[in-house]
């Protein structure tokens, strides 16, 4: 039975479903380690409608039941979704994280990371660089959708590793033949890491090459409008948003409003922005179940949030060292509430970009699509037991 989320969807504009669940707002909320869990998650859902996943979680962490781990994948009740992506390199492990997730019955939607850039991630041969390995990646997908059952199983990948080993079409193909309920590109590779324009047209392939599964589109959905325009352009089934979202969790108000064709969007004030800064605090202390630890976890989104609006140097700086509640509302009380939305300058890039450069990868890794004597045996051990990257 297809269960229905967020109703309103954009005349013109198609329900995005996955698996059993019809989603009439297209649009899908990027794992982001450190940043996307359960109070971010609440956050952005109190704006507009989607799905919302999980910070990216290691599958060895999850089969060893790390205490940090646990918690990453926790819920909050009124998650009508819950969404988890797991990261791996061992087809063993990661079928047994998915086991692990459907008989304990702790996700409606599990994600795999094929698409995450960072050096710590790849040089293991996970993440943008294990789709390469062809072999390897059929074996993680089809494990993990046979072991997932009903849940839907959906992927996440990059181009491939460099413009000169793409991967994205040949992994397009395995996901959709192992049955998974969805497939998003984000149109980069792991060299270019979050550097230059995503490669739009790259998404367009995608879709056409893979026709019986959704394809959703990843990269530079900055504005309720890049959502339509990504959809158009591309004729993709729905949009993937990550950056876009730090220190703007409206954008999800303003992608919900595009595609129903409205043309209100968020346009806050300073004072307006102060609340969401202020809310986001209070779901991280509750979160935390420690206000210590929640109001630190805040000091990151503090730039983000205030970019391109008058606010001093020093407050912006006494708030990036923010320890407690009170504080911030004492600080948060200097600011010019009725300040308007500075436009351009709140809007665009944020989060670091990088520059393009050489990934990290396992020795001898490109040197063959198939997995050599020595990658094979140090595979098993290759799994990262700590989450996010």
Not at 1 to 19: D, E, F, H, K, N
Not at 96 to 109: C, K, Q
Not at 137 to 150: H, L, N, S, T, Y
Not at 238 to 250: K, N, Q, T
């Amino acid at each position: 039975m297809t269960q229905q989320i967020r109703a309103g969807a954009a005349s013109g504009v198609a329900p995005l479903r996955i698996g059993p669940f019809e989603l009439t707002t297209p649009v899908v909320l990027a794992p982001m380690a450190g940043i996307t869990n359960a109070a971010f998650r609440r956050l952005c859902r109190e704006y507009g409608g989607g799905l919302y996943v999980s910070e990216m979680i290691t599958s060895r962490a999850l089969v060893e039941r790390n205490a940090v781990t646990m918690r990453l994948i926790e819920h909050h009740e009124s998650e009508e979704i819950r969404s988890i992506q797991l990261y791996g390199v061992d087809p063993v492990t990661v079928r047994e994280a998915v086991t692990m997730l459907v008989a304990e019955g702790r996700a409606d939607h599990i994600d795999l990371n094929f698409g995450c850039p960072v050096p710590k991630v790849t040089r293991k041969g996970g993440g943008a660089a294990l789709p390469w390995k062809t072999t390897l990646f059929r074996q993680i997908v089809e494990g993990a959708a046979k072991a997932a059952g009903d849940v839907p199983l959906t992927v996440k990948m990059r181009m491939g590793i460099d413009a000169d080993h793409l991967t994205y079409l040949d992994a397009g193909r395995i996901a959709e033949d192992a049955g998974v309920a969805s497939i998003a590109l984000h149109g980069r590779t792991a060299a270019q890491h979050y550097s230059g324009q995503a490669q739009w047209d790259a998404i367009g392939d995608l879709k056409q090459h893979v026709t019986s599964v959704p394809v959703l589109g990843n990269g530079d959905i900055w504005s309720g409008e890049d959502g339509v325009r990504m959809m158009r352009e591309t004729g993709c089934d729905g949009v993937v948003v990550g950056r876009g979202c730090l220190g703007r969790p409206w954008l999800f108000g303003d992608l919900e409003a595009a595609f129903r064709g409205e043309e209100h969007r968020n346009r806050p004030t300073l004072g307006m922005v102060a609340q969401a800064l202020r809310r986001h605090a209070e779901l991280l202390v509750e979160f935390f179940e420690d206000e210590d630890r929640g109001c630190r976890d805040i000091r990151k989104h503090v730039a983000w949030y205030f970019k391109g609006y008058p606010v001093g140097g020093e407050v912006r700086a006494a708030l990036a060292r923010v320890e407690s509640l009170a504080q911030m509302e004492e600080l948060l009380g200097e600011l010019d509430a009725g300040a308007a939305y500075p436009g351009a300058d709140a809007e665009g890039p944020r989060g670091r970009a990088g520059t393009p450069k050489r990934p990290a990868l396992p020795d001898a890794w490109l040197e063959s699509r198939e997995l050599n004597e020595r990658q094979r045996a140090d595979i098993s051990a290759a799994e990262l037991s700590n989450s996010g990257g």
